[in-house]
């Protein structure tokens, strides 16, 4: 396969445009006030919609600017060089709008997909339950239809975002009581203020912005146009988006990790000790050299990625690739970014101990490392079960 990761003239005056909004609003100061009050980062949200960052990945038709994969990952990149939290305020509403934009109603489309990218709306995804992690299918929150209602109880946790202004959950839920999961989910579209819905926000290590959620259904009535698409085919939807949105999660670990070396790059220019920066030092120097090329890796893998499902190719090992190999070099990234700045990583108030906070999540969300190598060498023809 020829690799060509050019990009045209508009994608690079995306890239410019997108990073001159990021510095103006998520300044070093903002990152840090949404990470420690903690607060949703309402005021980059509105620039993302006056930008038209939310139309962006939609098409034409439905009033989107008709943008492709690599706009997208151009865009994702760049917010995480601010924010994993920037990434998922932004994504998590575009994946789920795209679900409904590919497996909605004509009459859904019409209904949800302008005020999500208007501002208006915005979405969070619920599918984890305590008892369904990995495990997706094992979920029991159940769905009964009641005349024109679906009647919904249950518990999700790990809904991030749900308590945001105005969010509307993308909830998963069992509209059969028995069967295979395959053929017994529904996705429903559920106002987070709907009465019956209780939220409880989590305290968490990072990725403290958004905020993830324990969200409670109890008797939660929602009108039959909520069930987006056809009933029983929930598992199918979300297996559609997974791709997209993993490959946007790894675009963002590549711009937070490129982020955390800058981080430590500056401090090691800077910081003397024997009479010299700690840069001079072989084995510091040799860190830095080698977490460069653990960013580099990773867009690599991501881009790769990225151009083969824009081009309509079945990218799922490319995307879970990028995605395993991107989360732990974020990780790890962060780690030795700590070992250069010494003590000064450790304090709050220097910003490697955020992305070590954040970063720690990347191997166990959107699909965890066991889970990706599981599908890795499933692919590669080995059973792991
Ligand atoms: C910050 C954060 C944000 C999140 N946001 C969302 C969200 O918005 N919406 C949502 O629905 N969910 C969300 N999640 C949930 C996330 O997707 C789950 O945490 C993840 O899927 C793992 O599930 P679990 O935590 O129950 O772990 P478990 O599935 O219980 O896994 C525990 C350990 O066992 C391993 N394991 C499990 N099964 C296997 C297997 N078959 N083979 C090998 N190893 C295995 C796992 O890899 C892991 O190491 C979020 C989680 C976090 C931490």
């Given at each position: 396969?020829?690799i060509?990761f050019?990009?045209?003239?508009?994608?690079?005056?995306?890239?410019?445009?997108?990073r001159?909004?990021?510095?103006?609003i998520a300044?070093?100061?903002?990152?840090?006030?949404?990470?420690?009050e903690?607060?949703?980062?309402?005021?980059?949200?509105?620039?993302?919609?006056?930008l038209?960052?939310l139309?962006?990945?939609?098409p034409?038709p439905?009033?989107?600017?008709?943008?492709?994969?690599?706009?997208?990952a151009?865009i994702?990149?760049?917010?995480?060089?601010?924010?994993?939290?920037?990434?998922?305020?932004?994504g998590?509403?575009?994946f789920?709008?795209?679900?409904?934009?590919h497996?909605?109603?004509e009459?859904?489309r019409r209904?949800?997909?302008?005020?999500?990218?208007?501002?208006?709306?915005?979405?969070?995804?619920?599918?984890?339950?305590?008892?369904?992690g990995?495990?997706?299918?094992?979920?029991?929150?159940s769905a009964r239809?009641?005349?024109e209602?679906?009647?919904?109880?249950?518990q999700?946790?790990f809904?991030?975002?749900?308590?945001?202004?105005?969010?509307?959950?993308?909830?998963?839920?069992?509209s059969?009581?028995?069967?295979?999961?395959?053929e017994?989910?529904?996705?429903?579209?559920v106002?987070k203020d709907?009465?019956?819905?209780t939220?409880?926000?989590?305290?968490?290590?990072?990725?403290?912005?958004?905020?993830?959620?324990?969200?409670?259904?109890?008797?939660?009535?929602?009108?039959?146009?909520?069930?987006?698409?056809?009933p029983h085919?929930?598992?199918?939807?979300?297996l559609?988006?997974?791709q997209l949105?993993?490959?946007?999660?790894?675009a963002?670990y590549?711009g937070?990790?490129?982020?955390?070396?800058d981080?430590?790059?500056?401090?090691?220019?800077e910081r003397r000790?024997?009479?010299r920066?700690?840069?001079?030092?072989?084995s510091?120097?040799?860190?830095?050299?080698?977490?460069?090329?653990?960013?580099e890796?990773?867009?690599m893998l991501?881009?790769?990625?990225?151009?083969?499902?824009?081009?309509g190719?079945?990218?799922?090992?490319?995307?879970?690739?990028?995605?395993?190999?991107?989360?732990?070099?974020?990780?790890?990234?962060?780690?030795?970014?700590?070992q250069?700045?010494?003590g000064?990583g450790?304090?709050m108030?220097?910003?490697?101990?955020?992305?070590?906070r954040?970063?720690?999540?990347?191997?166990?969300?959107?699909?965890?490392s066991?889970?990706?190598?599981?599908?890795?060498?499933?692919?590669?023809?080995?059973?792991?079960k």
């Amino acid at each position: 396969m020829p690799i060509d990761f050019s990009f045209t003239e508009e994608q690079n005056l995306l890239r410019d445009s997108v990073r001159a909004m990021l510095d103006r609003i998520a300044t070093p100061e903002y990152i840090r006030r949404c990470d420690q009050e903690p607060r949703y980062p309402s005021e980059l949200y509105d620039a993302f919609v006056e930008l038209g960052l939310l139309r962006m990945p939609f098409p034409e038709p439905v009033g989107g600017l008709g943008g492709s994969v690599i706009d997208f990952a151009i865009i994702a990149e760049e917010l995480g060089r601010k924010s994993y939290d920037f990434l998922g305020a932004y994504g998590t509403c575009v994946f789920n709008g795209l679900n409904i934009l590919h497996n909605g109603t004509e009459a859904q489309r019409r209904y949800w997909l302008p005020q999500l990218m208007d501002g208006r709306i915005k979405m969070s995804i619920s599918m984890t339950e305590p008892g369904a992690g990995s495990d997706a299918g094992a979920m029991r929150t159940s769905a009964r239809r009641d005349g024109e209602h679906w009647v919904i109880n249950g518990q999700k946790v790990f809904s991030t975002g749900a308590g945001a202004e105005r969010n509307v959950i993308n909830l998963y839920a069992r509209s059969k009581p028995e069967g295979p999961h395959q053929e017994s989910l529904s996705l429903f579209l559920v106002d987070k203020d709907t009465p019956g819905i209780t939220l409880r926000k989590l305290d968490t290590l990072g990725r403290r912005a958004l905020g993830t959620y324990e969200v409670f259904f109890d008797d939660v009535r929602v009108p039959a146009d909520r069930l987006v698409g056809e009933p029983h085919k929930g598992w199918a939807y979300m297996l559609s988006g997974l791709q997209l949105e993993r490959l946007m999660t790894a675009a963002g670990y590549s711009g937070c990790a490129q982020a955390a070396v800058d981080l430590a790059l500056a401090y090691a220019k800077e910081r003397r000790q024997f009479g010299r920066p700690i840069g001079s030092f072989q084995s510091i120097a040799h860190l830095l050299a080698d977490m460069q090329t653990a960013v580099e890796a990773s867009r690599m893998l991501m881009w790769r990625a990225a151009f083969q499902l824009e081009r309509g190719e079945d990218a799922l090992m490319a995307i879970s690739q990028a995605k395993l190999f991107g989360s732990e070099a974020y990780a790890n990234i962060a780690n030795q970014g700590m070992q250069i700045m010494g003590g000064y990583g450790y304090i709050m108030e220097f910003d490697m101990q955020r992305h070590y906070r954040d970063a720690r999540a990347t191997t166990i969300t959107a699909g965890t490392s066991q889970m990706q190598r599981n599908l890795i060498a499933g692919l590669m023809g080995l059973k792991t079960k």
